[in-house]
């Protein structure tokens, strides 16, 4: 067995510094081109043990580190996006991840919406609090933080104290306990947060050693690999190159890939088989986005490495999913089958009501569909891609049915102009957002104002409750019809009601409610009007200065019972005096 090196990821919101920290790390231990230093691979920045060491100097010592990891492999796409796509069957290749936080700003949705994914995938993490040296009077003589902080003048600590307590509890209120690194007695329960800054590199020694220790101390078992056995890995991205065609950037994180190798990769609609023509890594310091003679061109990398590879039918691989290589052709049905059912368990119909899902690649998906699943949004179809005329005709179909799902939502994706206006003209409401937290939010406002929307017309033909009093300075004739001015209490009046006393006898109906010789169609409480009242005498079943309610079937109180959410307060107040007037000659009436 041997030892690779952890896979760490960096997440966070935007701006916080999750590339300036991978920048400095890369400028700092980067400083020339001679062997042993850091080389930087595709989708990846790969720090070896000696150049952890020189980092960490007398931190060493007092971490009492014993070294059995060749590195730490920090992958170079951050963001909580291309963290989705770092999936496997199960969970993640992610072994730690490193959060990202302003300590100025605090924790951000994006914050926690990383946090969301990171519990969802069961990835432990620890957080590099950055931006330290923006604090108004930061003293940084050392790149050891906990050295600076006792240096610190009183008002800038206790302005630092401050926002790292805020931290602390609204960390708290997601349900993890957390602390300085230096302060943490028991890493396995507590959140380790070491302070940094990505521009001085304050604290960047002591983010590697936490990295180092804690790797060394809980994921050994998990670093253990064959490396003679065959490939794992996972797309990050599926991209044409000039001069190359299709190429994907791999994360190989279990057994050795080689070149000529035949591999079975993820695609759309199956698994798609191939075989490697090259393996290509990036030179040391060279960018990713240079040209190909950017590239060494290699025969094997061993996880857990970053690299690109040239093969035939890339443009069917999707990013996120899973690589396997073949080393024996009898096993290759096998490869085919596993790649297939991880595909299929991402891309499945999951009910017969709900919204559409869109994500651009499939790690996005997994990561939108399990915090939808949190959130209780239920899918009718996740899939991959931009928005399509199949998506909106689904919709449509939904809004047909009367559903509360009639809605597209998409994360990293994009919709035709055309589509987009299909849309809006069959009012399919549709969300894009590259923040699955956003696309949440506005999606539970939306579907909150559909869901009473549909629920007032479920209840739209029935008898609204309301109580009136009779004024009896304005009564302008007794009976034929009954005229008189009358004022809203509670509830909401309505023409074509019938109206019962204080007895719970039926009195008369509204005829016409009238304000200044306008007919209104609804009285609310507060309000005063004409009624024009049929079938009701004035002096006999009811006179001035009395209350009247207005009457309505048992099924119709039931039915308005049920939804009295949809109620005002004082509209719920009518139903209750209302029962307790029928009950007089019913006990369960209504119930």
């Known amino acids: 067995m041997t030892i690779r090196q952890p896979i760490i990821t960096v997440l966070g919101h935007v701006d916080h510094g999750k590339t300036s920290v991978l920048d400095y790390l890369r400028g700092t231990t980067l400083a020339d081109r001679e062997a042993g230093k850091i080389t930087q691979h595709i989708g990846a920045t790969e720090v070896p043990l000696d150049k ?28 909580h996006e291309a963290f989705s796509n770092l999936r496997k069957r199960g969970g993640s290749i992610a072994d730690i991840a490193v959060l990202v936080i302003d300590i100025n700003q605090g924790i951000q949705p994006q914050t926690r919406e990383s946090i969301e994914i990171l519990k969802s995938f069961k990835v432990p993490f620890i957080i590099a609090a950055n931006k330290v040296d923006l604090i108004t009077g930061w003293n940084s003589k050392d790149k050891i933080f906990i050295k600076n902080l006792k ?168 990013a996120g999913a899973p690589l396997i290589s073949v080393q024996d052709k009898s096993k290759l049905e096998e490869a085919q089958n596993k790649v297939k059912e991880e595909i299929e368990e991402v891309l499945v119909e999951t009910g017969d009501e709900g919204v559409v899902l869109k994500a651009d690649t499939l790690g996005s998906l997994e990561a939108a569909s399990k915090l939808f699943q949190k959130h209780g949004i239920p899918m009718k179809r996740a899939d991959i891609g931009n928005i399509t005329k199949r998506d909106i005709v689904e919709a449509e179909g939904s809004l047909e049915n009367g559903s509360e799902y009639p809605f597209v939502l998409g994360f990293n994706v994009t919709i035709e102009q055309e589509l987009e206006t299909r849309a809006k003209k069959k009012k399919i409401p549709i969300i894009i957002n590259q923040v699955i937290y956003k696309i949440v939010e506005d999606f539970e406002k939306l579907h909150t104002e559909r869901r009473q929307r549909l629920e007032l017309e479920e209840i739209s033909d029935l008898q609204w409750p309301a109580k009136i009093r009779i004024m009896p300075q304005y009564i302008f004739r007794q009976s034929g019809p009954a005229i008189f001015g009358a004022e809203v209490l509670d509830g909401k009046l309505t023409p074509n009601v019938e109206v019962i006393n204080k007895d719970g006898k039926v009195v008369g109906r509204v005829k016409t409610i009238e304000d200044k010789g306008k007919k209104l169609t609804e009285l609310i409480k507060g309000k005063e009007a004409a009624l024009s009242v049929e079938k009701l005498t004035l002096g006999r079943g009811a006179d001035g200065g009395d209350f009247l309610i207005t009457n309505m079937s048992e099924s119709a109180f039931r039915k308005l019972k049920n939804k009295k959410h949809l109620l005002s307060k004082s509209e719920v107040e009518v139903l209750k005096e209302l029962a307790e007037i029928k009950r007089k000659e019913n006990d369960l009436w209504g119930i």
């Open 151 to 318: 240096n610190q003048a009183e008002n800038v600590t206790k302005y630092f104290n401050n926002n790292f307590y805020k931290i602390l509890g609204n960390l708290s209120e997601m349900g993890f306990e957390s602390n300085l690194y230096h302060q943490v007695e028991d890493h396995q329960k507590t959140v380790s947060i070491v302070p940094v800054s990505a521009k001085t590199g304050e604290g960047i020694p002591e983010l590697l050693a936490v990295l180092t220790g804690l790797s060394q101390r809980f994921l050994t078992g998990k670093l253990e690999i064959e490396t003679d056995a065959p490939a794992k890995g996972t797309i990050l991205e599926i991209k044409e190159e000039k001069g190359m065609g299709t190429t994907a950037d791999i994360i190989i994180y279990e057994g050795t890939l080689k070149q000529d190798d035949t591999i079975v990769i993820g695609g759309l609609d199956s698994a798609v088989t191939t075989k490697v023509k090259a393996l290509l890594k990036t030179k040391p310091l060279a960018e990713i986005r240079d040209k190909k003679s950017s590239f060494d061109k290699v025969k094997e990398v061993v996880a857990a490495s970053g690299v690109k590879i040239i093969a035939n039918d890339l443009n069917q691989a999707i």
């Open 52 to 79: 952890i060491k020189e980092s960490c100097g007398e931190l060493l010592d007092l971490f009492k580190l014993e070294f059995n990891i060749p590195g730490l492999l920090f992958i170079d796409t951050p963001g």
